[in-house]
């Protein structure tokens, strides 16, 4: 590939619909990544394949080129990884919740060090958050750890929450960064092998999908949910990885609050028992239960699992294991609470109240999400600074009946932002029905 007329013709080789064979796609990303195809040619070759796709051959094979581009986790011997990844929403917390209940429910059946969660996350962008940057909310908490304390976290603690680490799957970071200002993110098989990579590189036995649809999700569409969660499934098993994938609904947020400390926060109150919206319940017990599903090799139906997982959200031992997690990455959740008060004095907040009496029909997520964004909660661009407590509490969840006048959400920001544009767009969000309105399955099909 070091002729430029060779990276003219493999461009035009998939342009035209031919097939790659493995070893060629090896010289064109090692090609890249030594900086001997410029980026021009790389982008022409992605959108090629955005047109033509790739054959599950092609497909299977970059996939592992793209994850031993980097360092890898090593697969833990006697023990048994798990891990999960969320396509993304709007007020998507369940990764903050699953480890400390994996855990617990894994250690008491079967022992501390039997399953190990090496959990590796994403920052948000645009109007959905990121695990990376709810857990940075907590006042000294480290996600940048580099591979020898990943190790250490879960041969101690059986959990890590991590960043991806600069050395690990460093084709996506640069692929990603191509594909965002090329109009070519939206590939199946460019989707499949970025998330997978990751996924891999992470040295997992098992994976849980949460493949999210609805307009507050990445694919708009169960259709398109299920395409690609076939595809992640497919590619994934054949890696020898016991894959399940949810598809689970994103027209309204995900439990109660949205925005980084708020919904740690939420969290907390879940695991305390405080307070634990139905939705997240259910998606969060979802997705545990079927990563200790297939942990148990056989031996946990998924229903006994939900019903210990219940079990053991009656006691404490969930909170306490989170709080374990959050001080072993430097994290203290006294400067936390503390946080929250400073906030509560300084923040502006606003309530959107209901402007008639009936059943609350609609709460829409891109809505809430982009409000949630423009409060200071996201971030528009990779680099743009995060507001750690903006963001909002809905008071209300789709189902509920809600009186003339009562409050359904309240926000809370220190922008500069004009009350009544604000109070106007969120409003926009929210449907009232005259008649009760049914609540659908969160999780609405398994494949
Ligand atoms: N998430 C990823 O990690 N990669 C993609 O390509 C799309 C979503």
Request: net charge neutral; proline share 4%; glycine share 10%.
């Amino acid at each position: 590939m070091s002729h430029a007329l060779s990276a003219k013709k493999f461009i035009a080789y998939k342009r035209d619909g031919h097939e790659h064979s493995p070893d060629e796609l090896k010289v064109w990303l090692d090609e890249f990544l030594a900086d001997r195809v410029p980026e021009y040619q790389m982008s022409a070759w992605l959108m090629a394949v955005f047109f033509r796709g790739m054959t599950p051959k092609e497909l299977s094979a970059w996939t592992d080129l793209m994850t031993s581009s980097g360092a890898t986790l090593p697969r833990s011997a006697g023990a048994f990884s798990v891990d999960k990844h969320s396509t993304g929403g709007v007020g998507d917390k369940p990764s903050l919740l699953l480890l400390p209940i994996v855990q617990t429910v894994a250690g008491r059946l079967w022992g501390q060090g039997k399953v190990k969660i090496p959990m590796m996350s994403g920052r948000g962008l645009g109007h959905s958050g990121g695990t990376l940057d709810k857990l940075d909310s907590i006042p000294g908490f480290r996600s940048r750890v580099n591979r020898d304390e990943a190790l250490k976290l879960l041969r101690d603690n059986d959990y890590v929450m991590m960043g991806q680490t600069d050395d690990l799957v460093p084709a996506d970071r640069r692929l990603y960064a191509l594909r965002d200002v090329t109009g070519t993110v939206e590939s199946l098989p460019l989707i499949v092998s970025s998330i997978l990579s990751k996924k891999m590189a992470e040295g997992l036995d098992g994976l849980v999908l949460d493949v999210k649809f609805g307009p507050g999700a990445f694919m708009a569409t169960r259709e398109k949910a299920r395409e690609l969660a076939s595809k992640l499934v497919e590619v994934a098993t054949l890696r020898n990885v016991k894959t399940v994938a949810w598809l689970t609904r994103m027209d309204e947020p995900l439990g109660y609050a949205v925005g980084n400390a708020l919904e740690v926060q939420e969290c907390i109150e879940f695991l305390s028992g405080e307070a634990r919206d139905k939705g997240l319940y259910d998606v969060t017990v979802t997705l545990a239960a079927t990563m200790l599903e297939i942990a148990s090799k056989g031996s946990l139906s998924f229903e006994a699992a939900r019903g210990e997982i219940a079990k053991e959200l009656e006691g404490d031992r969930p909170r306490q294991s989170f709080e374990t997690m959050v001080l072993a990455q430097g994290g203290d959740l006294k400067k936390f609470a503390e946080s929250k008060h400073v906030a509560e004095a300084e923040y502006r907040t606003i309530e959107i109240k209901a402007p008639k009496a009936g059943w609350l029909a609609k709460a829409e997520a891109r809505t809430l999400g982009e409000a949630g964004l423009s409060l200071g909660a996201g971030r528009e661009r990779f680099d743009a600074q995060i507001d750690n407590w903006a963001g909002f509490r809905l008071l209300k969840k789709v189902g509920d009946q809600v009186k003339s006048g009562e409050v359904l959400c309240r926000v809370f920001f220190r922008r500069n932002i004009q009350e009544g544009p604000l109070v106007e767009r969120l409003s926009g969000a929210f449907e009232i029905s005259d008649e009760s309105v049914a609540v659908l399955p969160w999780c609405a099909e398994r494949l």
